[in-house]
């Protein structure tokens, strides 16, 4: 199928309006409310039969701070400078940071969560000390990411960013995207679901001129005045696509999104002279906690050696497990701190010992490689040092309580939850780019069907991509109301 | 610049061809060759002021065998079965094979070696057994990859398949790419240097019908009646590109290649439809040998552990050094082996000393960590083992001849040599496929514009780009010459 169709060549439009918001999850609600805000005429193609997303099924944590603090990080007592987020986000996404877009998210935070909660949305001034995925407690703030552990303790000062709806448990989503969405149909936005748009609709100087939907199975154009604005979600769910960029997950038996997330909005994208980066990253997690008392065990690789400090967030273990050469990784833990891992279903016991060199016989290991390790760790645990990979002090304890476990946590039989983090090269107006870096008139993007501010899971943590879809997708809605009609 | 045209709003031409190859490299004159011995009139575009490409810089190694082996291998006394062959590559590229591509690739080794002797290149019937990037001893047939290291040699019987022309050095490109340039003249081909393709014609229902490219600053309009095949090359010199593409490599200091690997064919490839694939990987060599004694050394990184068996290849070095959390790697080295690598310049010695502990401290390393890893590597090598990661035997002696040395490979300062091997997803034959895996008519590519069958360092080996990229190519002209003509 094409996915774009020449401007000249259609005959008539079954729709005339400002703006097209392709898909109805965070960034198309935000991006059609600012639009709408901004006075332009708004229709919303949804391609299941309600709004929501990704965002909806998520706990819509968003990952805000900078310029001080927002109202809830203040309240609480945090303050965050600009320049510490900025430290921290370079620590997280090094080579691959969008530094423009990191500018203008570090100092927009706190307006963004003021505009969260001007919606309607409830947040709690309460702050959550804990190692959890979501805080059970009600409380809205929390450290989700690696801000408390090393390498970046070396650059930034450890500030809790997640922004959590109160009282949500994990369905912060359902809070959050069901209070959007009804401020986006009052300001009047035509929403139509069971609605997918197909192809875009381009003419021979290059400008997006419209949109080609298909509504009960026939085509529906649309004509746009000013711009189509691409929020349609990323391409977990497209086989073809995973199988070819993300060839080291593949394939994915736990595909973290909404059905619709099949790439829609990046090959549409790409047909109209977009440019697709950063398509072999994904999100990928192993929740090696909670509960929290899992890291006070040590992960290690086939030969039996340590890789990570493991007090970091669960989707830089990910990242870090996928790269060892079998991509197996095991956990030792003691008796004194053995559980069961909230989230990850698939783990697998491989060795129980009373001692090291049993597990290590029994599993495998290189003689004598695993005892080597656990008696340089404990060694210096005792001191309440680490000094390969830094952990905190605070989960440093020699693994000295027999029986010992051995667990499996290898991607092979894991089923990581994995989404994708490659899409449409943006500016952080949301204007969509060419290989060449120009602008292609009349069309933007925001969430995952772009490269936002979170390029790899290595860096990641808990809110950053809601809070970039949703921040970012405001801003191309009001980028995109902005421009002439015609 | 819009990458694509409309044929249907294109008044007139400049010329009239049946193909139109886009670079004359490697993968472009053999595409040329095979299109006129097929009877197709062809016209090369070639943006330099002369043909070779990047083919024509190499050794001109190929990467060959399968089948019982080709005459080379077979008169040195090697076989080697399509079976074997596809068992080592299945191991080097893993989750990323293309299993087409390499079925077609290990069953047409021989003829491939037959076809290049054919058109006049020599080689010598001379093996080499050492371990270097490329034999200076004349001969023709040598190992060039992972052959005999871990994990490979659990899968498969070590069989060298590096072909590199006779006498020739390093120079063997200029020998093979100076008598094949010659062949595809002297066959007829219209050949316009200082030529470089902008875009192609597409017509509205998706065929490709011609090229236009800049001669003398003008533009300069090709028909095609069959197709036009794209062979441009890798886009390592294009600066967006890496930088958008390769963020763990940027910026990329001494980039291996020819100045029109600008991403041109891919970029070109993708605007009519294509899907570029496999573009966050590259080739990236750590040349540790020769001299070959500096196997005897271990590689550490800043935890002190090892992580690599050190008889592998040169670009798997780079692969995992590149993945080293702060990507910084180190060669420790005893006085009997030490040496300074033959290609690798930007070497730096951090540490020399008496004892292992003393370069441990001067290095930073954490207390204890060096000495262990040292401890433990030494014990075992003593009895020819290596628990870890199976260095093989011949490579296996105590570090123990004091004065010692650490020498940095850190990526940092090293400016490793860098190739791409993303490009756009094509069928075996060469034809150019959508997103969705569609063929797009009258659009073929072949080399570095493709993703083919190198498709990470971890598993590359010398040959492996040229052997695709002419093999592949000869496939593309002949099934583009086998077109009806319109």
Known sequence: ???????????????????????????????????????????????????????????CEMYLGGEGGTALQQELGFADSTENFTNYLKACFGDNLDEERVAMYTQGGPEHFAWCEALGVAYKRGYFPGR???????????????????????????????????????????????????????????IRVDARARQLVQDKHGRVRGVIAKIDNKPFAIRTRQAVI?????????????????????????????????????????AAGGHAINMGEAFICIAHYPPPELTFGIFVNSQGQRFINEDIYLARLGHYASEQQDKKVYMLIDNEHFARPAYQEHIEITAVGETIEEIETDAGFPPGALQATVQYYNEHAACGEDPLFHKAKDWLKPIASPPYALVSYSLDHLKPAIFTLGGLDVKPTGEVLTPDREVIPGLFAAGRTVAGIPRTAKGYASGMSVGDATFFGRRAGRQAAALDRS
Do not use: K
């Not at 005339?16 to 639009?35: K, L, N, Q, R």
């Not at 109160?166 to 969405?181: I, K, Y």
């Open 1 to 59: 199928m094409q996915r774009v169709v020449r401007f000249e060549e259609l005959d008539e439009f079954d729709l005339e309006t400002d703006i097209c918001v392709v898909g109805f999850g965070g960034a198309g609600a935000s991006s059609a409310w600012e639009a709408r805000m901004a006075g332009s005429e708004v229709t919303v193609l949804e391609q299941s039969s309600a709004g929501g997303g990704s965002t909806m099924m998520s706990a």
């Open 132 to 190: 959890d995925v979501v805080a059970m407690t009600g409380d809205s703030l929390q450290f989700t990411g690696n801000e408390r552990s090393w390498p970046f303790t070396e650059v930034a000062e450890p500030v809790p960013r997640g922004h959590l709806p109160a009282d949500a448990d994990h369905r912060g989503g359902q809070v959050f995207m069901s209070t959007l969405l009804q401020r986006v149909e009052e300001l009047g936005t035509d």
């Open 230 to 270: 691409l929020t349609a979600g990323g391409f977990v769910m497209n086989e073809q696509m995973t199988r070819q960029h993300l060839p080291r997950y593949y394939p994915i038996d736990n595909p973290h999104g909404n059905p619709g997330d099949r790439g829609d909005g990046i090959l549409m994208g790409v």
